[in-house]
């Protein structure tokens, strides 16, 4: 199995891994799962819920990355993306963002929770022009 050797097993328990205020955005809280510890980077796993209260400025933006997909496990949050337009995302759903693509979060519920995997775990966020 190609890259086997270079992870190894991790388990993680909500009450072993706090949520903390300190990611990519403000409005937002993460738990992160030891997926980038346990693949040297390679990949990135966190569980991102609301802070309630805290609302989106709706920023558009992009990330330099190979992969990212996201899964909603609670609540629900409203994405746009250039040339798809705004998508409600709610429980049970999944969006695979491809690489590079122009986005904003426009809103989303005090109680959304969802999962993010990325490829790599570490990557770079840039602000961009909104699209027209």
Sequence with gaps: MTGASDQRLVVSHADGSPFVGEGLRAFFEYR????????GGAFGA???RAVPGEESPGAWHTHDLAFQMVYVTKGWVVFEYEGEGTHLLRE???VLQPPGIRHREVRHSDDMELIEITAPAEFTTAEAEAPR
């Design 32 to 39: 992160q799962l030891g997926i980038a510890e346990a693949t």
């Design 46 to 48: 966190h569980v991102i």
């Design 92 to 94: 049970g759903s999944c």
